[in-house]
């Protein structure tokens, strides 16, 4: 499962949606990767494959993409 539920709000967002909150968040190259693998709703598990990482690794770098989505877009833990 991924990080409370930031996945979740992402995989209801339109292309040009999340197009925009990408282009607004400033992402480095990993972080869009994480970005578009939470959009699809993949948990940390597979983005840790993914990204050949820990878990422990991966967490952190979920919660880092988190945090720039919430200055963009609110609190992630609520729905909108």
């Given at each position: 499962?991924?990080d409370?539920?930031?996945?979740?709000?992402?995989?209801?967002?339109?292309?040009?949606?999340l197009?925009e909150?990408e282009k607004?968040?400033?992402?480095?190259?990993?972080?869009?990767?994480i970005f578009?693998?939470?959009?699809?709703?993949k948990?940390?598990v597979?983005?840790?494959?993914?990204?050949?990482?820990?878990k422990?690794?991966?967490?952190?770098?979920?919660?880092?993409?988190?945090?720039k989505v919430?200055?963009?877009?609110?609190?992630?833990?609520t729905?909108r």
């Open positions: 499962e991924n409370m539920g930031l996945g979740t709000k992402l995989s209801r967002l339109t292309k040009p949606e197009e909150l607004e968040c400033n992402f480095s190259d990993e972080e869009c990767l578009h693998l939470l959009a699809k709703n948990s940390t597979e983005i840790s494959e993914r990204l050949n990482c820990s422990r690794t991966t967490d952190r770098r979920i919660s880092n993409v988190k945090r919430e200055k963009i877009y609110g609190s992630c833990d729905t």
